[in-house]
């Protein structure tokens, strides 16, 4: 019987190597979907101590589809919570204004990851998969338990509601 079985935990230095290659990956998808560093962190935090504690047999080439899952469905999680719609969706944000440079890019990222954070949660898994981290159909398919014709369906219809929703905003 391997240590994992025995003990119902992952190896540290397996864990460590999938923590160093994956978790900018986790934290990035989890800010997209949620626009909050601090709950993105939290979030990375409980994907990789899920990873250590439940210690899942992945599938070689695999770990990264299941890391990033595990960080969308805890994301709707929090997304769904009453109060996160309450306490975050109502209050400002407070960030530092920055240079008068960067600030057209930094308005265009922040009004494209609110275009993207209006989206239905189906929409919005598959644009983050695909245009974030580099998805195929095929993969996401995979990864989200559902036919690649959905996906396309999906990726194809969040486009175009993405494209709305910016319309939406610039017309103000």
């Not at 997209?32 to 250590?52: K, M, S």
């Not at 407070?94 to 009004?111: G, S, Y």
Request: with cysteine; aromatic share 8%; net charge neutral.
């Amino acid at each position: 019987m391997n240590e994992r079985a025995q003990t119902g935990r992952m190896d540290n230095e397996r864990f460590e190597e999938l923590y160093s290659r994956y978790a900018s990956d986790v934290l990035r998808v989890s800010y997209f979907y949620l626009g909050d560093r601090q709950q993105a962190e939290d979030v990375t935090q409980d994907v990789f101590v899920r990873l250590l504690t439940h210690a899942p047999d992945l599938e070689p080439g695999k770990e990264k589809a299941w890391l990033l899952k595990v960080a969308l469905n805890r994301c709707r999680d929090l997304w769904r919570a009453a109060w996160v719609k309450r306490v975050v969706l109502g209050s400002p944000a407070l960030e530092l204004t920055p240079a008068p440079d960067q600030m057209d890019e930094r308005l265009e990222k922040q009004e494209l990851m609110a275009a993207i954070r209006k989206l239905p949660a189906d929409f919005r898994d598959v644009i983050l998969l695909h245009y974030y981290q580099g998805y195929g159909i095929a993969e996401m398919a995979g990864m989200l338990n559902v036919p690649e014709g959905t996906i396309s369906s999906r990726l194809s219809r969040g486009r175009k509601k993405l494209e709305e929703i910016l319309k939406e905003s610039g017309s103000r």
